[in-house]
């Protein structure tokens, strides 16, 4: 599978990792829609279910291959020869097909999981690839709780499975365990370490439960990811996913530090289309989340205020336009100063000299304390009184 280097390829899983979360779950018809938007934001791989799990999931996977053209569907499975033959059956229609297969690589899982030994696991892994092989060119296999898995055994069973006809190479943080520079120096260890590690991309999908989700997949990034798995609002499982919009405006503000590196997306559409998941999914987004949320852009500090008004980038350092929003909100509150109270005004149509505004600020201070936030009606009020 030929690939271009300095390509982030984006693979949203939050139809498939994302709808885990216990009362979440989409119908086909959602899934679809959602998909569609997916499309137009840019993600090259929409991980569309587990076929095998349940006949919703099979008919999601059929459905979305059906619905979208310009990018990869990929289906789930474990490295059972009837979760493969389910897959490839599920994505007959797709015009790119991607079967997503492995197994665990750590000790942990191949112990108590498994009840196995490496070199059993190993053969079964070769096997899954080398079975949906004979379905699809394109192969992913993910090795399950990489991010445990002692290293020289892993970059074994990484180069095995690329032997094997692996095209993506998936190294999960299945726990949300490692700290960003483990997690980088594994990845740099594999492609040290793996001789045909060339032959294809390297894939961090990494979990929140420590909160490092994001910070492990930019390290896996700096040294030599090319492809990472993520999901609209960092939904999923336990504490989450590494979040799409997050990893796509580290990468916007962050350009200097990844030379070269580029994905297709489009952050115009985030605010939107993370407001339909939420909504669809049932699943708030809260409110300090990083580019999405609605105080991500809400300035409610006077000083912040005073230093936003004066200079934007003062105090932010994404344009609001960039993902979806038409402008910041400067909230106001008791501490904000008069200098967002007389913004506020002026936008209402009030122009004030200087004793004005402080007469109308010290009343503003008192509403302000027993109503904690105020709109225009307020202020209307407070210049009728």
């Known amino acids: 599978m030929l690939h271009d280097p300095n390509h982030?390829?984006?693979?949203?899983?939050?139809?498939?990792?994302?709808?885990?979360?216990?009362?979440?779950?989409?119908?086909?018809t959602e899934k679809v829609e959602i998909a569609k938007d997916l499309e137009l934001l840019g993600v090259d791989i929409i991980e569309a279910g587990f076929p095998v799990s349940s006949p919703g999931d099979f008919q999601s996977v059929v459905e979305l291959s059906k619905a979208v053209d310009d990018v990869i569907i990929c289906a789930l499975t474990r490295a059972h020869k009837t979760d493969i033959d389910v897959a490839a059956d599920a994505l007959k229609y797709?015009?790119?097909?991607?079967?997503?297969?492995?197994?665990?690589?750590?000790?942990?899982?191949?112990?108590?999981?498994?009840?196995?030994?490496?070199?059993?696991?190993?053969?079964?892994?070769?096997?899954?690839?080398?079975?949906?092989?004979?379905y699809v060119e394109d192969v992913e296999f993910y090795a399950e709780d990489a991010g445990r898995a002692d290293l020289p055994f892993l970059a074994k069973m990484i180069e095995a499975v690329i032997a094997a006809g692996a095209t993506v190479v998936n190294i999960p943080d299945t726990n949300g365990y490692c700290l960003p520079d483990q997690y980088g120096a594994k990845i740099k260890f594999l492609t040290e370490h793996v001789s045909n590690i060339d032959q294809a991309i390297i894939s961090a999908h990494c979990h929140n439960d420590l909160g490092l989700a994001t910070a492990n997949s930019i390290a896996a990034v700096q040294n030599g990811a090319r492809q990472v798995e993520c999901t609209i609002n960092g939904i999923g499982e336990r504490a989450g996913n590494t979040s799409l919009e997050e990893v796509a405006m580290i990468l916007k503000v962050h350009q200097q530090h990844f030379p070269g590196i580029h994905s297709n997306i489009n952050s115009k559409m985030f605010t939107s289309l993370s407001q339909k998941v939420s909504r669809?999914?049932?699943?708030?987004?809260?409110?300090?989340?990083?580019?999405?949320?609605?105080?991500?852009?809400a300035h409610s500090s006077g000083i912040h205020q005073d230093g936003f008004l004066k200079h934007r980038e003062n105090y932010e350092i994404i344009r609001p336009e960039d993902v979806g929003l038409d402008s910041a909100d400067i909230i106001l509150t008791a501490r904000s100063g008069r200098h967002a109270l007389k913004h506020h005004l002026e936008r209402l149509g009030y122009q004030l000299d200087k004793d004005q505004l402080s007469e109308v600020y010290g009343r503003f201070l008192t509403l302000a304390d027993a109503k904690k936030d105020l709109n225009d009606e307020d202020l209307q009020t407070l210049m009728q009184a």
């Open 280 to 297: 669809m999914m049932r699943m708030p987004v809260q409110p300090n989340k990083a580019i999405v949320g609605k105080n991500a852009f």
């Open 8 to 28: 982030l390829y984006i693979f949203d899983t939050t139809l498939r990792d994302g709808e885990q979360v216990p009362g979440c779950q989409l119908t086909t």
């Open 94 to 134: 797709a015009k790119r097909p991607r079967i997503h297969t492995g197994i665990g690589a750590s000790d942990m899982h191949i112990q108590y999981k498994f009840n196995s030994t490496r070199e059993e696991i190993l053969e079964r892994a070769v096997a899954a690839v080398k079975h949906a092989k004979s």
